[in-house]
């Protein structure tokens, strides 16, 4: 959000990034203001949004033609949204005033939505680690649990909640929980740590975690729960299970592990029932997130390849083999949720594919697409100046409004324009000498010519100054 005024004069950076890296996207905002198209004089402007969130996506859940997402966010695109949000197919908006926490699953249950994770206010409602939105307002739900919720499912008319708490509803409940509509109620001896995932298969709850008990039953990493009794025998893990989703029929398995039922698998696995197989070569890192879309196997996580196949933090499972999803991300995916015509994506991440989309995107036949528009920029602004009648900023940037600018751009008063190729490391400062434009920072290219530090802009390329400078 920006506020009309002049344009700034330049601001150098002594190269030591301070807390100012934390005031100067604020800065940028209410100086760049200037030009902005549709803010009138002494009004505010949100025209340097995001599309998407200010921090990372954890869970993802369809609602009808809408979809509700949760994480560490406060902002979704311009709307202020703690934490929760819905995205309507054109915009955001909040759900009440969201929670004081992070909510790490979502599932609806008898119309309701829960949410489930790490916090004690929901709409400013006092909730214990779980709460119901009924559309209008958020609610408690019979004392809620004693600590985390981790994941949350519906089997056999009952809500499921899991995670790390031992009491819900005020009575003893090991790690995981049923909801009746009314009251919680403890699954016999429950499991004796974590739980990060459910899932329902072949007419069984499935729950994976860091657990190595169910009910007094050994157990590694994985259970399932026939109704009345829980059971082991079936084969685990031999590291923690941190998601669990059908394809197929089949059970899939996803986490830390390298062995599934004692056969070797990499961090995913199927089992049809009756015993566990690999997916192919599997995954070069942990698997977070599953998600089924046109008849293939989404998976995300941390990991960069499935065999000798680059991924990018996603990848496509076809039955046979693995496949990228065009280009990938550029960090985690952490969730993943599908409807009939698109993929939703979240995480960590500010680019998917060819876009600039922060922590969250949408993937369909036509490839990866934004969640809104906006003129913001992807990481902090660091120095700001004029120059050529327009506000030049530099910063840890790579992308503004969208445009692969590399740290470096121009605000004509409508949109962002690149500055060459930018450099390949942080601006931290700008002025304008003698009609030219001069950066220092912490590159030693300037579009592609080496400038060691310091570099020249004469309006159309970016020229070294001699030998440059010496790093510190």
């Not at 995001?50 to 921090?55: L, R, S």
């Not at 899991?162 to 509509?181: E, K, L, N, Y």
């Not at 001896?189 to 899932?199: C, D, E, F, I």
């Not at 996603?314 to 993929?343: F, K, M, N």
Request: proline share 3%; net charge negative.
């Amino acid at each position: 959000m920006t506020q009309s005024t002049t344009a700034p004069k330049a601001y150098l950076h002594s190269g030591i990034t301070t807390k100012l890296s934390l005031l100067l996207p604020v800065v940028m905002i209410l100086l760049a203001i200037s030009q902005a198209p549709s803010a009138a004089e002494g009004e505010w402007w949100d025209g340097f949004s995001v599309p998407g969130m200010d921090q990372s996506v954890y869970t993802i859940e369809p609602e009808g033609d809408n979809w509700i997402v949760a994480g560490d966010f406060i902002q979704a695109g311009s709307t202020a949204a703690n934490r929760v949000a819905r995205w309507d197919g054109a915009q955001w908006h909040p759900l009440g005033s969201g929670f004081n926490g992070i909510a790490y699953d979502l599932e609806h249950y008898g119309g309701d939505l829960i949410a489930g994770g790490w916090f004690s206010t929901a709409g400013g409602t006092p909730v214990s680690y779980v709460a119901r939105w009924d559309g209008s307002d958020w609610h408690a739900m019979d004392g809620g649990m004693s600590s985390r919720v981790s994941a949350l499912a519906v089997y056999n008319g009952d809500l499921i909640a899991a995670g790390d708490f031992t009491v819900a509803g005020g009575s003893g409940a090991s790690h995981i929980a049923r909801w009746d509509g009314t009251d919680w109620y403890p699954l016999a001896g429950g499991l004796n740590h974590s739980v990060y995932t459910l899932a329902v298969a072949d007419g069984y709850l499935y729950a994976g975690g860091r657990f190595s008990a169910a009910d007094g039953l050994t157990a590694d990493y994985i259970a399932r729960w026939d109704g009345t009794n829980w059971e082991t025998d079936f084969g685990g893990m031999d590291q923690w299970v941190y998601c669990l989703g059908v394809y197929n029929d089949h059970l899939i398995a996803g986490g830390f592990f390298s062995e599934a039922g004692g056969v070797p698998v990499n961090r995913i696995a199927e089992f049809d029932g009756t015993s566990w197989s690999p997916l192919d070569a599997g995954l070069n890192g942990v698997v977070k997130t599953f998600a089924v879309y046109q008849d293939d196997l989404y998976a995300g996580g941390f990991f960069t390849a499935a065999g000798e196949t680059e991924t990018n933090y996603i990848a496509r499972w076809d039955g046979s083999l693995w496949h990228p999803v065009e280009e990938g991300a550029d960090d985690s995916v952490l969730a993943l949720g599908a409807s009939e015509t698109e993929l939703f994506v979240g995480g960590s991440f500010v680019t998917a594919g060819d876009q600039f989309a922060t922590y969250i995107a949408a993937y369909d036949s036509q490839g990866w697409r934004q969640l809104g528009e906006g003129a913001g920029l992807n990481n902090n602004a660091m120095v700001l100046t004029e120059y050529d009648g327009r506000l030049v900023a530099g910063g840890l940037f790579r992308y503004a409004g969208g445009i692969r600018v590399n740290q470096v751009a121009a605000w004509n008063g409508i949109t962002w324009e690149p500055l060459g190729g930018g450099m390949n490391a942080d601006v931290l400062s700008l002025t304008e000498y003698q009609g030219k434009l001069y950066a220092g920072g912490l590159f030693t290219t300037a579009d592609s010519v080496q400038v060691n530090r310091i570099a020249c802009w004469d309006g159309n390329t970016w020229e070294p100054l001699r030998e440059g400078v010496g790093g510190c």
